[in-house]
């Protein structure tokens, strides 16, 4: 019995996808940048429906994130699994470096990081061998210096899972399967019928990304380049193609023997991309010795047949989210949050850095109270917001909002937030109801009204590159505050950065901190 994944797996902001196999299941964990909390795991039975079942770092000690960029904070993760044992390892640009944590159980809790002593660069990996034997492997710049900028080369060492520490001497193994490649990162290792296989990114994580990947008997190498480099990229289909930004991947073998390939790509429109990298699928088959991705096509498809039974988390009575009662909502589904009946929020609600003690709350019968918080989006600090991941094209939000106490310079709304510079907002105080759009950190109001005392629905519509934000009449009918506005800068192709847009709830009053706060009924998200 097989069972078809629609890609992507798991739509919006989910990049650099890491996975592993324990049994039965599957875990897989994205990074997170300057998102609290961080690297969200992932589960599935079937590769193909995604239940988020907790986050690895999930506690103000495990993940300090003051002051980091939007782009800084967590890069790509890897998630391995060996004897009864989960490891996550990652690295906090921002604060400390390369670390791991790990957890008997992928739910959590999770340890407090372990950071790694002379582990220098990015995107680290474990691979343990059939020995017993630990390996570090990651990526630091070339260590006779950069030629250019990109000039980085892949290492691996031993090292002691008990006391994570890097041991023996450590080796340059691979610098990447072009000539004057960019950014060799994001390396895996694995073992098949007695080679080791590197399978690396190369071309920066934009129009040039690239899967390739390299062999060898011997750990420490030499690796030989696959003859058919690149294994999977999009880069030549050109700039219309729908999917683009194809690389960093990781792969796994099903008990069964079969392989799946998990990778990051971007969905543009017309060109932009404002979702940020989302987490795809592809199948995997061996041949003379190397993996060949999607067989015959050599390219992302729209669906995968995965050599499973069929899993539905929503339906399974063992699953995490029947469990816990659909608390946490799963990937690409539409939702509604009625806060008044919700004892606490879901695994997949996101603060900006570090949220401040009593940012938000959840009163029984009454809502979200959501402080008023002394920074605004626009700076690099931790803004009362509160949000969830744009995951389509076109989209609905809407939110009951209470206007009482939105006076005297005390803000309230919702925001769709690609950086601190780059955002779309929706604000009420003191009677009036503005959207404000930010493009290089420059305000400027799009429109404006006069709003109602009491509770009021406020709503965003997503059409593509086009937004609409306002208010919701007695009757439902849209009050528009301002129509079609072109949010194109809020890509990444205008923006930059590494992230894609999220949605969400926030409250401010500019310099002054209040313990009062602003107090939202309701919060829901739908496709179009």
């Known amino acids: 019995m097989s ?56 506690r103000a000690s495990q993940l300090p994130l003051q002051g980091a960029k939007h ?16 490891y996550v390892i990652c690295t906090n640009v921002s604060h400390g470096g390369n670390y791991i944590v790990t957890a008997e159980d992928p739910e959590g809790p999770w340890s407090e990081p372990h950071y790694i002593r002379g582990a220098e660069g990015i995107d680290p990996s474990l691979f343990f061998d059939e020995d017993g034997k630990c390996y570090y492997i990651g990526t630091h710049p070339n260590p006779e210096g950069c030629k250019y900028n990109g000039d980085w080369y892949i290492w691996i060492q031993e090292l002691d899972p008990e006391s994570m520490e ?41 129009p040039d990304h690239a899967v390739t990947v390299c062999r060898s008997r011997n750990i420490w190498g030499p690796y030989e380049n696959n003859p058919c480099n690149p294994i999977l990229t999009h880069r030549h289909l050109g700039k219309d193609y729908p999917i683009r930004y194809v690389g960093h991947a990781d792969m796994i073998e099903t008990p ?51 050599d499973l039974p069929p899993w539905d988390p929503c339906k399974e009575r063992d699953s995490y989210t029947c469990r816990t009662g659909g608390r946490t909502c799963v990937p690409g589904s539409d939702r509604e949050y009625r806060f008044g009946e919700m004892e606490q929020l879901g695994d997949e609600f996101l603060f900006l850095r570090n949220p401040e003690e009593g940012m938000c709350r959840l ?137 894609g847009c999220c949605i969400g709830l926030y409250a401010v009053a500019e310099g002054a901190e209040s313990q009062e706060g602003a107090l939202y009924r309701s919060f829901s998200y739908k496709a179009l």
């Not at 782009?71 to 989960?86: D, N």
């Open 3 to 58: 069972v078809y994944a629609k890609n992507p797996i798991m739509p919006g902001f989910y990049p650099d996808p890491s996975l592993c196999t324990a049994g039965g299941d599957y875990y897989l964990v994205n990074s997170t940048f300057a998102y609290f909390p961080g690297l969200p795991i992932m589960h599935s039975r079937d590769l193909a429906h995604w239940e988020q079942i907790g986050n690895a770092m999930h």
């Open 71 to 86: 782009s800084g904070g967590l890069f790509a993760p890897t998630i391995r699994y060996h004897q009864g044992r989960f």
């Open 166 to 206: 890097l041991v023996g001497e450590h080796r340059d193994v691979w610098n990447g399967a072009m000539r004057n490649v960019i950014w060799p990162e994001g390396p895996h290792l694995y073992k098949k019928d007695g080679y080791y296989y590197i399978m690396n990114a190369e071309g920066g994580t934009g």
């Open 256 to 306: 069964g023997g079969d392989w799946y390939m998990v990778m990051l790509a971007v969905r543009p429109m017309e060109g932009y991309t404002t979702m940020g990298r989302e987490t795809f699928l592809a199948k995997v088959v061996w041949e003379n010795g190397w993996p060949v991705v999607n067989p015959g096509i050599g390219m992302l498809t729209e669906e995968v047949e995965v």
């Open 363 to 499: 009163v029984k019968g009454e809502g979200l109270h959501l402080r008023f918080g002394s920074h605004t989006l626009k700076e690099t600090a931790s803004p009362s917001f509160i949000a969830i991941r744009q995951q389509h094209h076109s989209f609905w939000v809407e939110a009951g909002l209470c206007t009482a106490n939105l006076r005297e310079g005390r803000r309230a709304g919702l925001a769709l937030v690609q950086s601190d510079r780059y955002q779309l907002r929706l604000e009420v105080t003191d009677g009036r109801g503005e959207v404000i759009l930010c493009q290089d950190g420059t305000d400027r109001c799009m429109g404006g009204e006069p709003v109602p005392e009491g509770e009021i629905r406020i709503f965003l519509r997503v059409e593509g590159l086009l937004a609409t934000a306002g208010l919701l009449g007695t009757e439902g009918e849209e009050l528009a505050l301002a129509r079609d506005l072109d949010i194109r800068s809020l890509s990444t192709e205008v923006s930059g950065g590494f992230v």
